[in-house]
């Protein structure tokens, strides 16, 4: 079965932690992306990889981190110095810059939770 | 630079009634324009693109898009609706002109399809 994996599917985060959400790819994509997804708002570019030991920022990468070491998981770390973590947080891939449309594959999501 | 619009929040339809969601679009040349849909906690799936070719594009369960260049429309159609049709959907759009292959994702518009 090919497909993206996301874990936890719930994570807590206490204040002043930081947690690390993983993405995980079994579709051979060179891209990979973080997305997060606030109720009305659609979905916000963090983060995202082209090809291995590479990564961007996107659009909202201040609080985040990430890391592309191997080409199948691109782990996501929510630093204390976001502020606002509570969202759903999605993981997606691509076949890459080349040779792709653009369609992109999506985890099922990790959901965060400040306690 | 590339910009897309669902200018519904929610879309109510009767079952078995045919089903329209809007999109709108902006690029600079040609577009890539994609429909996803997602199901409440769970990440987006895939549901149709249109890269060129026929205007009228056919996707998974029973969707369609129509591509309408003079109107920079790519609105999501349905003949007859279901009740589990009744999910969030979002519409994306990539400019190949624009040097990125990394889609801009609408606000996404709730399908509510009433028994």
Known sequence: DGGITQSPK????????????????????????????DPGQGLRLIYYSQIVN???????????SVSREKKESFPLTVTSAQKNPTAFY??????????????????????LLVL | AQSVAQPEDQVNVAEGNPLTVKCTYSVSGN??????????NRGLQFLLKYITGDNL?????????????SQTSFHLKKPSAL??????????????AGGSYIPTFGRGTSLIVHP
């Open chain 1, 10 to 37: 719930y994570l807590f985060r206490k204040e002043g932690q930081n947690v690390t959400l993983s993405c995980e790819q079994n579709l051979n994509h060179d891209a990979m992306y973080w997305y997060r997804q």
């Open chain 1, 54 to 64: 590479d990564f961007q920022k996107g659009d909202i990468a201040e609080g985040y």
């Open chain 1, 90 to 111: 999605l993981c997606a891939s691509s076949i890459g810059a080349s040779g792709s449309y653009g369609a992109q594959y999506f985890g099922p999501g990790t959901r």
């Open chain 2, 57 to 69: 594009v056919k996707g998974s369960y029973g969707f369609e898009a129509e591509f309408n260049k």
């Open chain 2, 83 to 96: 009740v589990s049709d009744s999910a969030l959907y979002f519409c994306a759009v990539r400019d190949p």
């Open chain 2, 31 to 40: 577009p890539y324009l994609f429909w996803y849909v997602q199901y409440p």
